[in-house]
């Protein structure tokens, strides 16, 4: 059975890295989730792009760091951080997309 990733994390969080990108952390609640979704490779550009709808060469970066449970990724942003229309200044209300984020069960 699916999982929902909001129900795997200990905390989702975006936030700017410059005018032009937006960063997300997906930090785990321990070692071994963090692990499945990792081998469940969950986080591809393609994934992310539909889950954001937008095109993948929007996506420009997916890291994992075992040592802090943490996968990241960048976003080109589609205007400049506070331009016209900015739907978030800071870009902390970019991660909602993320929680209906469905992560396949391992098979034992």
Not at 64 to 70: L, T
Request: charged share 25%; net charge positive; proline share 5%.
């Amino acid at each position: 059975m699916n999982r929902k990733l909001i129900d795997l994390v200990e905390f989702l969080f975006s936030k700017n890295a410059g005018p032009y990108l937006i960063t997300f952390d997906v930090v785990f609640k321990d070692e071994a989730t963090f692990e499945m979704v990792r081998r469940a490779k969950v986080f591809t550009k393609a994934r992310i792009a539909k889950l954001f709808h937008v095109p993948e060469s929007r996506i420009l970066s997916i890291h994992d760091y075992p040592a802090g449970r943490v996968i990241k990724f960048n976003l080109v942003r589609d205007i400049s951080s506070g331009d016209f229309g900015d739907r978030s200044v800071f870009g902390s209300q970019m991660w909602a997309p993320l929680i209906s984020l469905e992560v396949p069960a391992e098979r034992s």
